[in-house]
């Protein structure tokens, strides 16, 4: 371990960690946040309120199909998403058959009339999930870059644990008060080892559950690319049904129960209705995503017309740890609890990537790094450590300056998110005499603290009774993370003042 091997993992898990660790960075804080994506998509609709009327999944399914035939009778697929504990409304999907106008249609609904809900327009959590994902970039550029990040993740923990001999006896001393290099030294190490599992799982399950987008090789050779085949077959997709003669759809009320029944109990969570009005009509049930490991793994097909159950083989090894791996990661199973604990355990794996891009910055100051590269390394760490979630914040913010009627609203929250990240990364290039992370730090400390009393004033008017526990969850959770960042800075404040910013840690202990 005294020999090149350690050498060689140093030098490994410094570059790689800087080269990708800015993107990594933006992956699992917004990969975090997501397991309380619906949590968010609710606190930004607060126009919406759970209620009891919404326990009845028949009734609620009746309703919803009335309003998918009076909007869309002509059309190839649609999708109903049934209310649950974390989702108040009904969600829809829409999708025309070819050449009809408009091709795609999504609407939340009241659950117990149907009608279109009044919630204000937004992309709620979703826009924080799908960014975790693929940044929202256009075609697949983003998730393969995603996915190259993932690669370069697994080859840092790897290299991060045989690099640091004695990464375990450092996580039991971890000493904020010393020198700042070894207090961050000793924050990357906890953060690090506390979660290394989840971070080693994570990792791994996000690169399974796109594998067919990052080696579609076998597909292209066995399928001769049809990657549709390849689904139907492993039981992942249902069989498109042919087009034909016009038939009424059968009741879904009975399908749903016959569901409860061979779940022992559990209930549909998707309807999925293939080519719906047609003889060869196909209706999908997929269970709740709460009620199982494995993501959208338990599912019942019948025929559309007159509701008979079709016949489908139980799912093949492969396909059954697919699943599973991908419910692992997007933890749809977690219940309030452990959703906090998968939460913290991403947070931590944010802050290893974060103390490990400031300190490699630190470390290259110390090799006498030219003065331009420096300056624009500690520049990138600002805009992306302590810019994104100013963006994050002002994501949320937009959602509440906005108007509900606004009609550019669902764009106009996106557009905020980008715009004030950008505007973080500009104004650290500017020529500060010291680079600017207290002022940021304070800045992002403002942003999410003063959040809940925006919230209070704007839509609770003060009263603690109105408050679900979602807006209080949501608005505790805005206090920490404000206090946090406030704390941080103060940290860096007392540094500064008291002169403590002399470098005891040999630059050999963490990057060659």
Same mark, same amino acid.
């Given at each position: 371990?005294?020999?090149?091997?350690?050498?060689?993992?140093?030098?490994? @898990?410094?570059?790689?960690?800087?080269?990708?660790?800015?993107?990594?960075?933006?992956?699992?804080?917004?990969?975090?946040?997501?397991?309380?994506?619906?949590?968010?998509?609710?606190?930004?609709?607060?126009?919406?309120?759970?209620?009891?009327?919404?326990?009845?999944?028949?009734?609620?399914?009746?309703?919803?199909?009335?309003?998918?035939?009076?909007?869309?009778?002509?059309?190839?697929?649609?999708?109903?998403?049934?209310?649950?504990?974390?989702?108040?409304?009904?969600?829809?999907?829409?999708?025309?058959?070819?050449?009809?106008?408009?091709?795609?249609?999504?609407?939340?609904?009241?659950?117990?009339?149907?009608?279109?809900?009044?919630?204000?327009?937004?992309?709620?959590?979703?826009?924080?999930?799908?960014?975790?994902?693929?940044?929202?970039?256009?075609?697949?550029?983003?998730?393969?870059?995603?996915?190259?990040?993932?690669?370069?993740?697994?080859?840092?923990?790897?290299?991060?644990?045989?690099?640091?001999?004695?990464?375990?006896?450092?996580?039991?001393?971890?000493?904020?008060?010393?020198?700042?290099?070894?207090?961050?030294?000793?924050?990357?190490?906890?953060?690090?080892?506390?979660?290394?599992?989840? @971070?080693?799982?994570?990792?791994?399950?996000?690169?399974?559950?796109?594998?067919?987008?990052?080696?579609?090789?076998?597909? @292209?050779?066995?399928?001769?690319?049809?990657?549709?085949?390849?689904?139907?077959?492993?039981?992942?997709?249902?069989?498109?049904?042919?087009?034909?003669?016009?038939?009424?759809?059968?009741?879904?009320?009975?399908?749903?129960?016959?569901?409860?029944?061979?779940?022992?109990?559990?209930?549909?969570?998707?309807?999925?209705?293939?080519?719906?009005?047609?003889?060869?009509?196909?209706?999908?049930?997929?269970?709740?995503?709460?009620?199982?490991?494995?993501?959208?793994?338990?599912?019942?097909?019948?025929?559309?017309?007159?509701?008979?159950?079709?016949?489908?083989?139980?799912?093949?090894?492969?396909?059954?740890?697919?699943?599973?791996?991908?419910?692992?990661?997007?933890?749809?199973?977690?219940?309030?609890?452990?959703?906090?604990?998968?939460?913290?355990?991403?947070?931590?794996?944010?802050?290893?990537?974060?103390?490990?891009?400031?300190?490699?910055?630190?470390?290259?100051?110390?090799?006498?790094?030219?003065?331009?590269?420096?300056?624009?390394?500690?520049?990138?760490?600002?805009?992306?450590?302590?810019?994104?979630?100013?963006?994050?914040?002002?994501?949320?913010?937009?959602?509440?300056?906005?108007?509900?009627?606004?009609?550019?609203?669902?764009?106009?929250?996106?557009?905020?998110?980008?715009?004030?990240?950008?505007?973080?990364?500009?104004?650290?290039?500017?020529?500060?005499?010291?680079?600017?992370?207290?002022?940021?730090?304070?800045?992002?400390?403002?942003?999410?603290?003063?959040?809940?009393?925006?919230?209070?004033?704007?839509?609770?008017?003060?009263?603690?009774?109105?408050?679900?526990?979602?807006?209080?969850?949501?608005?505790?959770?805005?206090?920490?993370?404000?206090?946090?960042?406030?704390?941080?800075?103060?940290?860096?404040?007392?540094?500064?003042?008291?002169?403590?910013?002399?470098?005891?840690?040999?630059?050999?202990?963490?990057?060659?």
């Amino acid at each position: 371990m005294n020999g090149s091997l350690f050498r060689s993992m140093l030098w490994l @898990h410094g570059w790689a960690g800087l080269l990708a660790g800015w993107l990594l960075y933006a992956i699992f804080l917004t990969g975090s946040a997501t397991y309380f994506r619906s949590e968010i998509s609710h606190w930004m609709r607060p126009e919406l309120s759970f209620s009891a009327d919404t326990k009845d999944d028949a009734q609620i399914a009746d309703v919803t199909l009335r309003r998918l035939r009076a909007i869309g009778g002509d059309a190839e697929r649609w999708r109903v998403t049934l209310p649950n504990a974390r989702e108040p409304a009904t969600e829809i999907h829409l999708w025309r058959k070819s050449g009809k106008e408009p091709s795609f249609v999504h609407e939340w609904l009241e659950p117990a009339s149907g009608a279109p809900s009044p919630a204000r327009a937004t992309l709620g959590g979703d826009f924080l999930y799908y960014f975790h994902f693929d940044l929202q970039m256009p075609s697949i550029w983003g998730r393969l870059l995603v996915g190259l990040a993932a690669i370069v993740m697994l080859v840092t923990l790897v290299s991060g644990v045989v690099a640091h001999k004695r990464l375990f006896v450092d996580f039991f001393t971890f000493r904020p008060d010393a020198t700042r290099q070894r207090a961050w030294l000793d924050g990357h190490n906890v953060a690090g080892v506390l979660a290394l599992p989840f @971070h080693l799982v994570i990792t791994y399950t996000g690169l399974v559950t796109l594998m067919f987008l990052y080696m579609p090789w076998g597909i @292209h050779v066995a399928y001769q690319g049809r990657a549709q085949a390849l689904l139907t077959e492993a039981g992942l997709g249902a069989p498109t049904p042919a087009i034909s003669d016009p038939a009424p759809l059968a009741p879904i009320a009975p399908l749903l129960a016959e569901a409860r029944r061979r779940w022992a109990g559990g209930r549909a969570g998707v309807i999925d209705i293939y080519r719906p009005g047609e003889v060869g009509t196909l209706i999908e049930l997929t269970r709740d995503a709460s009620e199982t490991l494995a993501y959208r793994y338990d599912k019942l097909r019948f025929i559309g017309p007159d509701g008979r159950s079709m016949p489908q083989p139980p799912p093949s090894a492969v396909v059954t740890t697919q699943m599973t791996m991908y419910g692992l990661h997007v933890g749809r199973f977690a219940d309030a609890t452990l959703r906090a604990g998968l939460f913290i355990c991403g947070s931590a794996g944010t802050a290893m990537i974060g103390t490990g891009l400031v300190l490699w910055s630190v470390s290259a100051r110390r090799r006498e790094t030219s003065r331009m590269g420096m300056f624009l390394i500690e520049r990138l760490n600002i805009g992306v450590i302590v810019g994104l979630p100013i963006a994050v914040a002002a994501y949320f913010w937009a959602n509440r300056l906005l108007p509900s009627a606004y009609p550019g609203r669902l764009l106009g929250e996106p557009m905020m998110f980008f715009s004030t990240w950008l505007a973080v990364f500009l104004v650290s290039l500017f020529p500060w005499r010291r680079a600017p992370w207290e002022t940021m730090l304070l800045v992002a400390a403002v942003a999410f603290a003063a959040l809940p009393l925006a919230d209070a004033v704007a839509y609770r008017k003060g009263e603690i009774a109105s408050y679900d526990r979602v807006f209080l969850g949501f608005d505790v959770a805005m206090a920490v993370i404000g206090c946090t960042f406030a704390a941080i800075a103060r940290k860096l404040r007392k540094e500064r003042t008291s002169a403590k910013i002399i470098d005891q840690i040999p630059t050999r202990e963490f990057v060659p």
